[in-house]
């Protein structure tokens, strides 16, 4: 009886998930455009760690992407683990680290003739790979973020202001850039990746991406 009710609930919370659109059971495979090639040869240790900002905040788009299709539903939402699969964000972003992470995600983990978790050998390519490990690993804590409700909102709404007026709203970054400043990855990688920081990044390409800034921004903002 104890057992069945566990079950209920275990299919009920996969099936919210599932309702939230992060249930595609099947892995998925990732578009990787926009990343730089690899080499055949798979890395063993993030090859986008120290990446100049171009290429690590590509990574950390399509590493969200992969991950929300693919891992989301056990790991959690935005990386952060209700308690079904371990958190990634505090897998240390080393060599170690990425060792395990290769492992896992290529061969997957069975028990018991149970699989816990799917491989994705064959499924997911190098870029993929390394892109979603990037996007973890960037994660700074999100008790943090949630604290800085305040500046979201005050950013954001400031941006939404300015934003049929390119020139004023590119003249953000720099604010942004500044607020996201100060916060570490809970996984010890080089520097986190805030919605500050996002944000900023994507009013600093050509043409800026003012209404994916706004977003990124209000994804953020929890009201
Ligand atoms: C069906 C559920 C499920 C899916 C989908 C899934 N995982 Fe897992 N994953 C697990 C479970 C359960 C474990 C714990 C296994 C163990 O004891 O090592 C795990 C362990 C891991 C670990 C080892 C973590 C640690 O701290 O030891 C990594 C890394 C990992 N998964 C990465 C991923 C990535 C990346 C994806 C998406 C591409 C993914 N997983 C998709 C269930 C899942």
Known sequence: MRKATIWAGFGIILGAAAALGHGDTAPQ???TAGLPDLP????TENP???????????????????????????????????????????LEANEFGDEWFLDRI????????????PPFEGILNQ???WAIRTYVETRADDVEIADQ??????????????????????ALATELAAAGEGFEPLSGAPRAITPFDEAA???????????AAIETLSAAVRD
């Open 29 to 31: 495979a990732v578009d």
């Open 40 to 43: 055949a040869e798979m890395a």
């Open 48 to 90: 986008w760690r120290q990446a100049a900002p171009e290429v690590l905040f590509k990574a950390v788009e399509v590493g969200a992407k992969g991950y929300n299709s693919n891992c989301a539903r056990c790991h959690g939402l935005e990386a952060i683990s209700g308690g079904l699969a371990p958190d990634l964000r505090y």
């Open 106 to 117: 290529l061969h997957g983990y069975e028990q018991n003739g149970a699989v816990k978790m």
């Open 127 to 129: 870029q993929a790979i």
């Open 149 to 170: 409700q305040g500046k979201l909102t005050e950013l954001r709404d400031k941006l939404a202001l300015v934003a049929d007026d390119e020139a004023a709203a590119t």
């Open 201 to 211: 990044w994507q009013l600093s390409t050509q043409p800026p991406h003012v209404k």
